[in-house]
């Protein structure tokens, strides 16, 4: 059974003024997120501000969204780490406060082999007894994870269970999807990607549009999956120009001002991410004005 289907949330860490996690707002927007339909939980991944989270903060901000979700929906938490003894730590941390799976990216800086991939990822699902979601994002991290790669661990390591594919790399992603045989749960780590990897049997997607635009992104998905391919893919293309909106600068720097600019206040992104280009962020609401979320 897959960790959830539909749309989850790669949901931002809040910001007070001085820099503080905003723990009171963090709760709004986590009832926010599954008063409208979303599926899961995504916490303390690259929308998160997981790399310059304290490891004190990293633990603390996913007890509280476990403790507030209260199982409403699963929450994911994101563990990984370029030391594979960090990531086992926070791993265990994690499933000790009663995540329901981690999710755990590429060693970032390292530029492990594959064979050293195998090796990280190995080490980590064995220290913990909950499921696995392995994310590839090599635009970030300098290190991808090769199609045959993940099936390798899909098929022999028992709670490595799916994959966050972020490539942007539709024909990887295809041999992903042949490597696997069913072996791991594919999910869209690209809100512009949804459709296609749906198309290639994905279980969903881990969504930054997600953060603006919950009821939309897991319509998105629950329409393909009903069957209204029609109308899944209308909704995908209709969303296509906030999506790009969304990645006009990095990740969550955009992210971050459309939550702003619809009033949830949560802050600015820590250093070395700095407020949104003034430019951008004119782009940026003129999309979310066109789709009627301002």
Do not use: W
Request: proline content about 5%.
């Amino acid at each position: 059974m897959a960790v959830f289907e539909g749309a989850g949330v790669a949901i931002v860490t809040p910001m007070k003024a001085n820099g503080e996690v905003n723990f009171d707002k963090f709760a709004e927007i986590l009832d926010f997120q599954i008063a409208n339909g979303t599926d899961s939980i995504i916490v303390c991944g690259t929308t998160g501000e997981s790399s310059t989270l304290t490891h004190e903060e990293h633990i603390e901000c996913i007890r509280f969204a476990v403790q507030h979700v209260k199982g409403r929906v699963p929450v994911v938490a994101g563990t990984g780490s370029n030391c594979t003894e960090t990531a086992i730590y926070l791993s265990r941390h994690a499933r000790d406060d009663g995540a329901d799976a981690v999710l755990l990216v590429t060693p970032y800086y390292n530029k492990a082999t594959q064979k050293g991939l195998i090796g990280h990822f190995t080490a980590v699902a064995n220290a913990i007894d909950i499921p696995v979601i392995l994310y590839n994002v090599p635009s970030r991290t300098g290190c991808n994870i090769l199609p045959e790669t993940a099936a390798y661990m899909g098929k022999n390591v028992e709670n490595i269970v799916g994959i966050k594919e972020a490539s942007g790399n539709i024909k990887q992603i295809v041999q992903l999807a042949h490597a696997c045989e069913g072996a791991l749960d594919i999910y869209s780590g690209n809100d512009d990607h949804i459709v296609p990897v749906l198309s290639l049997g994905g279980k969903g997607v881990i969504s930054v549009l997600s953060n603006v635009a919950p009821r939309q992104t897991h319509d998105i998905v629950a329409k393909y999956m009903a069957g209204d391919t029609k109308g899944s893919l209308e909704l995908q293309l209709k969303y296509l120009p906030l999506i790009e909106a969304l990645f006009s600068e990095v990740n969550p720097i955009p992210a971050k001002a459309a939550m702003n600019m619809m009033g949830m206040d949560v802050g600015e992104p820590r250093m070395p991410l700095t407020p949104m280009e003034e430019a951008h962020a004119e782009v940026l609401r003129a999309e979310l004005e066109k789709v009627g979320l301002l």
